[in-house]
């Protein structure tokens, strides 16, 4: 690792002088509760508000960002880590302009990359920057070791849950499981299917209780996304639901968020190259 280590020193050299990148996980504790969908129609939305943005598809295991917007990569990060194909090769254009770095079902784990492979991906990072603002890192559902380090290496994780008991609870198993591996991560709920206003602040309430009580990290109230059949609609067509429905309540509530975003400074910002030898180091911890 340590020839990794000065091989990100000196690409991050080279790009000395560039702005930093806001990088964000989003994630859940369960699956099903629409995480990737937010994904998609988040980066929709900023694109829209003149920030370019970046999906990185990092569910390892059953990528599907791709299937959710009709989209048919013909390469994924199997061939930017094994030195096939550049990041610039891989990465295909969604809806709105967003570009994707599609990933492949039954991909294998960080964890099991050897020292060529993990050059492959610092490197391929790190030569991508194209004045890139945000940096989406749509992880798997869960606590496995591949979705903590993709959090650890962002740096900051929306953690999706919706109104069901049992996403309330594995949201706050999630929490409790990356306050153990950092301190640094910076934490946001999303409260997604909310049946109105008052459920969601509830249910946001309810939570950062929770949290306040048995927990030491700090959860912030990023917002929520009311229940709409317009969503339903958008993926049974393999569609944007901000796009193809602009004024139905799912998508007031996205680009309410995406300009809260916007209108936040973060002080996690960072160049790709410090993301992608982060993800590399805590892999082989």
């Known amino acids: 690792m340590n020839d990794q280590a000065s091989q990100l020193r000196h690409l991050a050299t080279r790009k000395r002088g ?17 995480k990737t969908n937010i994904c998609a129609n988040l980066a929709v939305a900023l694109t829209q508000m003149n920030k370019k943005t970046v999906i990185v598809d990092a569910d390892m ?15 994924n990060l199997e061939h930017l880590i094994n030195g096939e194909k550049s990041i610039k090769e891989i990465i295909i254009e969604g809806p709105a302009g967003i570009k994707i770095v599609p990933s492949a079902s039954g991909n294998q784990s960080l ?7 993990r050059s492959k991906f610092i490197q391929g990072f790190a030569e991508f920057e194209d004045n890139v603002d945000f940096l989406l890192i749509d992880t798997a559902a869960g606590i496995s070791k591949n979705v903590t380090d993709f959090i650890v290496a962002a740096g900051e994780v929306i953690v999706v849950a919706t109104p069901e008991p049992t996403s309330f609870t594995d949201a706050y198993a999630l929490i409790k499981t990356m306050e153990h591996i ?12 909310a049946e109105s206003v008052e459920q969601a602040q509830q249910i946001e309430e309810k939570f950062i209780l929770v949290t306040e009580r048995f927990l030491t990290v700090k959860v912030e109230k990023l917002g929520f996304i009311l229940k709409d059949p317009a969503v339903t609609n958008a993926v049974r067509k393999q569609v944007s ?17 995406a300009n809260k975003l916007c209108n936040y400074c973060s002080s996690n910002n960072k160049t790709l190259a410090d993301f992608a030898g982060q993800i590399m180091e805590i892999t082989q911890e």
């Open 182 to 193: 950092s301190k640094k991560v910076k934490f946001s709920l999303l409260v997604n299917m």
């Open 241 to 257: 639901f901000v796009l193809n429905n602009t004024k139905c309540k799912a998508s007031t509530c996205i680009k309410v968020l």
């Open 61 to 75: 295991g059953l990528a599907n960002i791709d299937v959710l917007l009709r989209l048919h990569p013909k390469f």
């Open 111 to 117: 964890t099991e990359l050897d020292s060529e492979q």
């Open 18 to 34: 560039r702005k930093g990148i806001r990088i964000i996980a989003v994630s859940s504790g369960k699956g099903g509760v629409g």
